[in-house]
């Protein structure tokens, strides 16, 4: 299992959950990044200072997908509610509830600090994530901490935070009298000051795009942030793992090239990345969905794609994700693709996460059993939702089954070359898609697609698929 990625790009994706999490743009934290680091440059602090307050900004609300549950109950709406209090609009019910969070900060401020402990981020950086809810004068959460017991690089993200998101909601005025009037109660006075003097500047900067940051060095799974997403479900632990272990032992019997199945693990691994921006009570509706709820719902892989667009070494896998709901029929979402639009990998893993929600237990509903999944899958394949050949192999894949479905490649009329090329382009795959996929050139691809076309005695990709299937060569 080969699912690691540079460490920059698991924390953009922990960056962009948490956004999405707390109601807010996705580029939140990533704006709130520079602003704590040129706060940290204007007061003279070093490179590392100012890589840790990057590094925190980053991931200030990863834990926050740990207490969504919470915040639901506790405000009706755990995505709109968080977005009220950062903005600072909370009514007075809202308020009120406000002053029974800390069980809620406890528990994010745990798993941001675990997190930065697993990326190996240092000490400072572990510190600030699981305090970041403590204040200068002691008012915070969840220890009460008082200065100069707050790590400093709390004061700066939070402030930076509280500059990015007011002047947004209410404009840089009023943005900076309501930061004023909590100096030395949510952060220094003297820090206040400093951030008054370049907040105009500072924003203006923000408009002009952020370089790219070196992804070089070290690397770490990104089984990380499937976890922190299913976090936000209790009923979903563990799920993003599980999908891609099932995705991965279907593609092989599927009989994909490794590289493509690997990409699919990792596709699994963050397809659910949009589902923090939908509140959990939709997630948790039983029944059918007001059709306001639903379209929040339909949106998810869009979010998920439209985040892992932005990160560079998930770009790819990104594109796989988005394509987790979609249907053979075109009934599916966000995309609404159908037929041949859909390749194999994107049928292999809207079939497996079919099945391991059927397997699953909801709170409305019992896991269906082995028989019971099998049949619901396969009668929707009936219905022409799904690829029966995926349908089957994930099923085959769930039971345990390693040996590849075709036993003899090409069943002794084509060669084992012959055979991965006419599986790839059935599913939709150009000759240069085959050509990337098996390391080979597009003539090369050309020449052995003529020689099935010969063999099979067909001129179409289409006919050789079909008589393909019938004789049992794929």
């Known amino acids: ?39 940290v440059q204007a007061g003279g602090g070093d490179q590392a200072q100012i890589d840790a307050a990057r590094q925190v900004a980053l991931l200030r609300w990863s834990g926050c997908t740990a207490n969504a549950d919470g915040f ?12 009220a209090m950062l903005a600072q609009t909370l009514d007075a019910a809202g308020q009120r509830a406000m002053l029974r969070t800390t069980p809620l900060a406890q528990v994010h401020c745990e798993i941001a600090g675990d997190i930065a402990r697993t990326l190996a981020l240092g000490v400072e950086v572990e510190r600030g ?14 220890l009460g901490l008082r ?27 009023a943005a900076l009298e309501w930061i004023g009037a909590q100096g030395d109660r949510r952060y220094p006075a003297a820090l206040v000051d400093l951030l008054s003097r370049h907040a105009a500047d500072w924003l203006q900067a923000l408009r002009i795009p952020e370089g790219a940051q070196p992804v070089g060095g070290s690397e770490v799974s990104l089984t990380l942030v499937g976890d922190v997403i299913d976090l936000k479900l209790p009923w979903l632990a563990g799920y993003s793992r599980q999908a891609a272990s099932l995705v991965r032992d279907a593609a092989r019997l599927w009989g994909l090239p ?22 959990n009570r939709i997630w948790s509706t039983p029944g059918p969905l007001l059709d306001g709820d639903l379209e929040a719902v339909r949106l998810v892989p869009y979010w998920t794609h439209r985040a892992c667009s932005q990160i560079g070494g998930l770009n790819e896998a990104g594109q796989l994700a988005a394509h987790a709901y979609e249907r053979l029929d075109g009934s599916g979402y966000f ?35 082995d028989e019971q999944a099998a049949h619901v899958l396969l009668d929707e394949a009936e219905q022409g939702r799904f690829d029966p050949r995926a349908c089957q192999a994930v099923i085959s894949a769930a039971h345990g089954e390693q040996a590849p479905l075709v036993s003899k490649p090409g069943n002794g009329l084509l060669s084992e070359r012959e055979t991965q090329i006419l599986q790839r382009i059935s599913s939709g795959a150009s000759n240069k898609e085959v050509a990337r996929d098996l390391g080979i050139s597009p003539s090369t691809v050309r020449t052995h697609v ?20 019938t004789l049992g060569v794929i």
Not at 20 to 37: E, H, V
Not at 149 to 170: K, M, N
């Open 258 to 279: 490794e590289a493509r199945i690997e990409l699919l693990a990792k596709a699994a691994l963050i397809h659910g990345l949009g589902r923090a921006a939908v509140p």
């Open 129 to 142: 994530l699981r305090h970041i809810f403590e204040c200068f004068d002691g008012s915070g959460r969840p």
């Open 1 to 39: 299992m080969n699912d690691a990625v540079a460490l920059e790009d698991v924390m953009l994706a922990l960056a962009m959950v948490g956004d999405l999490s707390m109601g807010q743009p996705i580029d939140q934290s990533r704006r709130t990044a520079r602003l704590a680091q040129w706060l």
């Open 335 to 369: 995309r609404s693709l159908s037929g041949d639009a859909l390749q194999a990998e994107h049928r292999l893993l809207s079939a497996a996460l079919a099945w391991l929600a059927l397997r699953g237990e909801r709170p409305w509903r019992a896991a269906f059993s």
């Open 450 to 469: 003529e020689s099935v076309f010969r063999k099979l005695q067909c001129s179409t990709r289409a006919a050789a698929t079909l008589k393909a299937l």
């Open 72 to 83: 639901m109950r506790l405000l009706g709406d755990d995505v709109g509610g968080r977005r």
């Open 147 to 173: 200065h100069p017991d707050v790590p400093p690089v709390v004061y700066q993200v939070v402030l930076a935070g509280d500059l990015e998101i007011l002047s947004r909601a209410h404009g840089l005025d």
